[in-house]
């Protein structure tokens, strides 16, 4: 599962980025805490 996350956070947090429920960057900061930077900007913007 280190190796998905480690090379789909960047595309996970731009699919979600128009999400109307911005908790699903709650959940991916849960599974994958090593990328949690990259989720918060993305949950942000």
Same mark, same amino acid.
Not at 15 to 21: E, S, T, V
């Given at each position: 599962? =280190?190796?998905?996350? !480690? +090379? =789909? $956070? /960047?595309?996970?947090?731009?699919?979600?980025?128009? $999400?109307? !429920? =911005?908790?699903? $960057?709650? /959940? /991916?900061? +849960?599974? !994958?805490?090593?990328?949690? +930077?990259? $989720? !918060?900007?993305?949950? =942000?913007?």
């Amino acid at each position: 599962m =280190k190796a998905f996350f !480690d +090379t =789909k $956070y /960047l595309e996970l947090a731009e699919i979600f980025r128009n $999400y109307q !429920d =911005k908790s699903v $960057y709650q /959940l /991916l900061i +849960t599974v !994958d805490p090593a990328h949690q +930077t990259s $989720y !918060d900007e993305a949950r =942000k913007n």
